[in-house]
C-alpha cells in the first residue's frame, strides 16, 4: 500500500478524526475521497462511534502515514457510547485564533462543557460570523465557510467572561472521561433546580448559540459553588411551586435526586441550604420521614424530640400527627434537629476533588 504524499506528524492534542481530515487537506482529498481511501485500507467507515471500527480506523491511519503514534491519539468518537453527555458531536466548535497558530483543531472542542477558548480567552465559534452557515467537519479540510468561503482563521471572535474559572475549577484539565462523565452527571440536580428541564435543554438544543450555552452552564456552576446562591434558587422555587403544603410538594421538581444516593453532593448542599432559610416558611409543613431522610437523622423518636423541644420554652408540639403522618412545621426545623443532635456534613465532596 502506498503512503500519502504528505505525512504530517500527529500533535498530541488532535483527535483521530481531526488528523485524519488534516491529512485528508494537506493532500488535497476532498471529504468522500479520504473516506473512499480508507474504506480501501482498512475496510472501515470514516464516521463510526463502533469501538472495533474505530481501532481498524486509528490501523488504517498508521499504514497510510507510517506514524505509530497515531494509535495514540485521543478519540472522543470511541468513547461516544459510554458518554453520550460528554461529547458533542453535533455542534463543531473552533478557536480562529487557535487555528491561526497552527491550524490544528483541539480534541477539547468536543467537550460538550468546552465553550471557550482557555489560551485566547474567547468564546468558540459553531458558525460563520459574515453569513450564519453551521460548521460541519469539512471545515477542517477546507478551513473556510462553506457558504461564503470566508476563511477560519479570520472569522471574528468574542471575549469570554471571568466567569470561565468556575467552569475550569469544574471540570479542571484532566481529560479523563469517566470522570468528566461523571462531573456531567453530578450537574443535573442544579441544572433542575435552576429551571425545570434545563438539563434536557443543555444536552438537546441545538439551535441555541454558544454564548446562552455558556452563561447557563456558569449559572449553574455558580449555583453549584455559592450556597447563597442556592438558598435563592430553592426559595424561588418553593414561591413558585403550585402546591405549598408541605415542603416535599412544593420541592417536588429535585425531589428524585434529594432520594437518590448517586446524588448525595446536591442533598447535602440542598440540606444546608434548607437549614439557612428555613425561617422563611413558618407553616409550610415537613414530614418527618423527609427530614430524616435529607438529614441523614435517622430514627427520630417523636415524644423524645417533643419533650426535649419543650425546654426552649415551646408551648406547642413540635411533631404533631397529621391523618397517620408526623410532621414538624418548618419554622421549628433547626430546633428539631439540634434536638437530635445533628451536625451538617461537609460541604459538597467535590469542591474538595481537585
Ligand atoms: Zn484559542
Ligand atoms: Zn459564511
Redesign the pocket.
Known amino acids: 500500500m502506498e503512503k500519502l504524499l504528505c505525512r504530517p506528524v500527529p500533535c498530541r492534542y488532535e483527535a483521530l478524526q481531526q488528523y485524519i481530515l488534516r491529512l485528508a487537506r494537506v493532500n488535497g482529498y476532498s471529504i468522500s475521497a479520504i473516506t473512499t481511501l480508507i474504506r480501501k485500507v482498512g475496510n472501515v467507515p470514516l464516521h463510526s462511534y463502533n469501538k472495533q471500527y474505530r481501532t481498524a480506523l486509528s490501523d488504517a491511519v498508521v499504514k497510510l502515514t507510517g506514524h505509530l503514534d497515531v494509535t495514540q491519539l485521543y478519540d472522543p468518537h470511541l468513547l461516544h457510547a459510554d458518554h453520550k453527555k460528554t461529547f458533542d458531536f453535533k455542534r463543531v466548535k473552533i478557536?480562529s485564533?487557535?487555528l491561526r497558530e497552527n491550524g490544528i483543531f483541539n480534541f477539547n472542542w468536543y467537550y460538550r462543557h468546552q465553550l471557550f477558548?482557555d489560551?485566547?480567552l474567547?468564546l468558540l465559534i459553531d458558525h460563520c460570523f459574515s453569513c450564519s452557515t453551521p460548521f460541519t467537519e469539512k471545515i477542517i479540510i477546507s478551513m473556510c465557510c462553506e457558504t461564503c468561503n470566508i476563511g477560519l482563521m479570520s472569522m471574528r471572535m468574542l471575549p469570554s467572561t471571568i466567569a470561565s474559572i468556575n467552569i475550569n475549577k469544574y471540570f479542571c484539565s484532566d481529560q479523563k472521561p469517566l470522570v468528566i462523565s461523571r462531573k456531567y452527571e453530578l450537574l443535573e440536580p442544579y441544572f433542575e433546580l435552576n429551571k425545570k428541564k434545563s438539563y434536557q435543554f443543555w444536552l438537546n438544543n441545538k439551535d441555541i448559540s454558544i454564548n446562552e450555552l455558556y452563561q447557563l452552564l456558569i449559572d449553574i456552576l455558580a449555583l453549584f459553588y455559592d450556597q447563597k446562591l442556592m438558598e435563592e434558587a430553592i426559595d424561588k422555587l418553593i414561591n413558585e411551586a403550585e402546591q405549598k403544603v408541605t415542603l416535599t410538594s412544593a420541592t417536588k421538581q429535585v425531589s428524585t435526586y434529594l432520594h437518590n444516593i448517586k446524588y448525595t453532593d446536591f442533598r447535602v448542599s440542598f440540606s444546608r441550604a434548607m437549614l439557612a432559610i428555613h425561617l422563611n416558611y413558618k407553616t409550610l409543613l415537613i414530614p418527618i420521614v423527609w427530614v430524616e431522610r435529607i438529614y441523614q437523622s435517622r430514627g427520630i423518636i417523636v415524644e423524645d424530640i417533643n419533650k426535649k423541644c419543650f425546654k426552649y420554652n415551646k408551648s406547642e408540639e413540635v411533631i404533631f400527627c397529621l391523618k397517620n403522618t408526623h410532621f414538624l412545621h418548618c419554622r421549628n426545623l433547626a430546633m428539631v434537629l439540634k434536638t437530635c443532635g445533628y451536625k451538617p456534613l461537609l460541604f459538597p465532596t467535590l469542591t474538595n476533588t481537585k
Open positions: 478557536c485564533l487557535c477558548c489560551k485566547h474567547t
